[in-house]
């Protein structure tokens, strides 16, 4: 690996076909600078000071004040500092505001200090984060999805930290920062030196966040071959070697876990040249947008990636994790640095428009953890202060960010990526370049140039893949047009203020889901609209609404009926409803995705399709809570506690077992004045036998028998107030019985009221 180092360090290579420019050369305007001073307003709300909480405690200094609330209340307690260090930087380079500039370097200091306290480069906010390491150091790994050494995601944590810092160097200039960074890449060079790859491979199990792209940023500013190599070792081989050979094998991964790695690859690319991480960053890239991605921009149920292409019968409350499109965004931005394509531009700005700037309520400046899918959904965001998610986290640096993807340059040429209204500064060619639109309500963007002398430019526009009239450039009399999925290339010499309209013509059409083509999202553009239902509360006996279709075309499917609103027109059932753009939607009930019928078909499927809804509605109505093994976020929720046990995946679904005489526990919501049915979903063919406890009481010994064969079944036990005893929660346990039995697999857990 140190060969590998040098040999990098010797010729950097240069594979950047364009350049971003810098964050600071960059304002929004419209609805992402509203979004943004609404993040602004949420970041001078917030101290600092709380957050580094934990950062005093494992220096050895007493905390200067209490620490906020949700994750940072747990065993992942510090990483939002990371989050907010990078937010700040970001929205200072974003807006100028010296507030933030002001924060980064307190938040600096402060790190410093604990470095210097505690006498080594660790950077770290965790509990227990002394035995842990001193674990690790020795050798002795322990290492589970989201748990390394009984500890909740310790590099992952650690990651958070170290990419504020970068963040705050290339956008602030602190070299403080920078001394920190070096000192936390000795402590992890040290606590490491003598790891064999079997040790490396094992630790790297758990969920590490992006530690191979901290370490590679950190070379490409230092030079230091140690930081290189370092990175190279946090690389991952279960996920990214079957990446590098074009394996699709992303289903039943979590998502988020993932993302991070392949961020690090194409750094290591951007640092080294070397071919195999570019192919592990582009087949990723190609696999989830192609095999996993809804109509909105993001993927997954649950945090987890399904089967490729079968995305129809994965709608659900738990789509759409907001932190991995903020990831896919960035590793989009990378992807575009090294080959400008449409492709990509398209897909950031159906990512961008369609999930980030939905993410955000704008009262509050909460934002969203999951975006739901399911007909009838309503989005849910984050306290202020007490839900300090992965969410809360990147939604602080996604509203800094809109400036990002838009513009790019080599030489005189501009390539304009993105239509978001802005104002680019480019300093080179002594020009700026203004968008002024109300892209995507409008179809029309005037592009103006101010060049103070003559400049010749040559300029790059995106015709989205959706634009099936093509593209048009208005200049003076001349008229340049392109087609969809092209650019429109357009040369002059500019001087003065000088102005372009582009058009855009915008229409409706249907994505219909890759397994089920009348299943679908209605888009206008770019924009996805939403049918919006006329209820905030869920009615008993609701029904979903369906398009029944007839001899119209999709454009005549909906009429605009004001700016930003359509409506359905005698087509929808079982009434019509208002459409508007996803982005707008806030509290508001919504399908994002409905099905097609022709009139036989409904006639036909009608009394099978509602009394499946209804069916659904009655069991939504009757859950007091719902539990879905090895999902992480599902898992933290009830207080997951173990040992000898793992998540896992089969036949689609996720699950959790133990081994070895292992066991799991956890929490469940319960009502102690009511009889209630506890619903385990186990695979049949299963023949593992393991106690049930309630409380620590033997509930029942599970016996499997190897029916219903090759297929899921429900077990139910039931709870009655005698049994709570005045509880509101109850603690179950799955125990092996022998040395070398297992528990489980158990593939989720519903409490339901008495019917």
């Not at 970041?43 to 905390?63: E, T």
């Not at 994750?71 to 930087?89: P, Q, R, V």
């Not at 490491?192 to 490396?200: C, G, N, S």
Request: hydrophobic share 35%; net charge neutral.
């Amino acid at each position: 690996m140190l060969l590998f180092a040098l040999a990098a360090m010797i010729s950097k290579p240069n594979i950047q076909a364009v350049q971003p420019f810098p964050l600071s050369s960059v304002r929004v305007f419209g609805m992402q600078e509203q979004r943004q001073r609404v993040d602004l307003k949420y970041l001078k709300s917030l101290d600092p000071i709380r957050l580094m909480h934990g950062f005093y405690v494992n220096a050895g200094i007493k905390p200067k004040k209490p620490r906020y609330g949700g994750w940072e209340a747990m065993g992942i307690e510090g990483h939002s500092l990371g989050h907010y260090l990078s937010a700040c930087a970001l929205m200072y380079a974003a807006t100028g505001d010296e507030e933030m500039l002001a924060r980064t370097k307190t938040i600096t200091i402060e790190l410093a200090e604990c470095q210097k306290a505690a006498k080594s480069g660790f950077l770290g906010g965790m509990p227990d984060a002394a035995r842990i390491f001193t674990e690790l150091k020795k050798r002795d790994i322990r290492s589970q999805g989201f748990d390394l050494n009984g500890n909740w995601v310790p590099w992952y944590n650690i990651h958070k930290t170290l990419a504020g810092l970068i963040d705050t160097y290339h956008q602030t200039g602190n070299k403080l920062a920078l001394e920190i960074l070096i000192n936390n890449a000795e402590w992890t060079n040290e606590l490491t030196k003598d790891y064999t790859d079997e040790d490396w491979q094992k630790m790297l199990a758990c969920e590490h966040g992006g530690m191979n792209e901290s370490l590679a940023d950190l070379y490409s500013i230092t030079n230091n071959p140690l930081h290189l190599e370092l990175a190279d070792k946090f690389h991952h081989k279960a996920i990214l070697d079957p990446l590098e050979k074009g394996d699709r094998k992303l289903a039943g991964k979590h998502g988020n876990t993932q993302i991070p790695k392949i961020l690090g690859a194409a750094r290591l690319y951007e640092t080294t040249g070397d071919k195999r991480f570019e192919a592990i960053s582009k087949n990723f890239w190609n696999e989830v947008v192609e095999d996993h991605t809804y109509a909105m921009g993001g993927h997954g149920l649950g945090e987890h990636f399904g089967p490729a292409g079968k995305l129809s019968d994965r709608l659900g409350t738990t789509n759409a994790e907001t932190c991995n499109t903020y990831n896919m965004l960035k590793l989009t931005d990378h992807l575009f640095q090294w080959s400008p394509s449409t492709r990509l531009g398209d897909f950031y700005e159906q990512a961008q428009l369609n999930h980030i700037l939905t993410s955000q309520e704008l009262e509050s400046a909460g934002v969203t953890y999951f975006v739901p899918l399911k007909a009838g959904a309503q989005k849910t965001y984050s306290d202020p202060t007490e839900d300090f998610t992965c969410c809360r986290g990147t939604g602080m640096e996604n509203h800094a960010k809109y400036g990002e993807g838009i513009y790019y340059h080599k030489g005189n040429e501009l390539w304009v990526n993105q239509y978001t209204p802005s104002h680019l500064m480019w300093k080179e060619q002594g020009a700026t370049v203004t968008l002024f639109t109300d892209y995507p309500n409008s179809e029309t963007i005037k592009v103006q140039i101010d060049a103070k002398k003559a400049t010749k430019l040559k300029l790059n526009f995106r015709t989205p893949s959706w634009a099936s009239k093509g593209m048009s450039l208005s200049f003076g009399g001349e008229k340049v047009t392109a087609k969809a999925g092209d650019w429109l290339v357009f040369e002059h010499e500019f001087k003065g203020i000088q102005s372009i309209e582009l058009k855009i013509p915008m229409t409706l059409r249907t994505v219909p889901m890759p397994d089920n083509a009348n299943r679908v999202a209605l888009m206008y553009g770019p924009t996805l609209l939403v049918a919006e239902w006329g209820s905030t509360e869920e009615k008993p006996g609701e029904r979903s609404p369906v398009f029944i279709k007839d001899d119209r075309p999709v454009e005549q499917w909906l009429k605009k009926t004001g700016p930003r609103t359509w409506h359905s027109v005698g087509n929808l059932l079982p009434t019509d409803l208002a459409f508007r753009p996803f982005f707008e939607i806030q509290h508001e009930r919504y399908s994002a995705y409905l099905d097609v019928f022709t009139h036989q078909d409904w006639e036909n499927r009608e009394a099978e399709f509602r009394k499946k809804e209804a069916e659904e509605a009655a069991l939504n109505a009757r859950t007091l809570d719902f539990f879905q093994p090895g999902e992480m976020q599902a898992e933290r929720d009830h207080n997951v506690q173990s040992e000898f046990s793992g998540p896992g995946e089969w036949q689609g679904r996720k699950l959790r077992h133990a081994w070895n005489g292992g066991w799991f526990s956890f929490d469940l919501k319960v009502d102690p004045t009511k009889t209630q049915d506890v619903v385990f979903t186990y695979w049949g063919s299963d023949r593992r036998t393991f106690e049930v406890l309630l409380d620590g009481e033997l509930w029942e010994t599970y016996k499997g028998t190897g029916q219903p064969a090759d297929k899921f079944f429900d077990k139910t036990l039931k709870l009655t107030p005698e049994m709570l005893k005045g509880k509101s929660k109850v603690t179950i346990k799955l125990q092996a019985q022998k040395p070398n039995g297992w528990a489980g697999g158990l593939f989720g857990v519903r409490v339901l009221k008495g019917a």
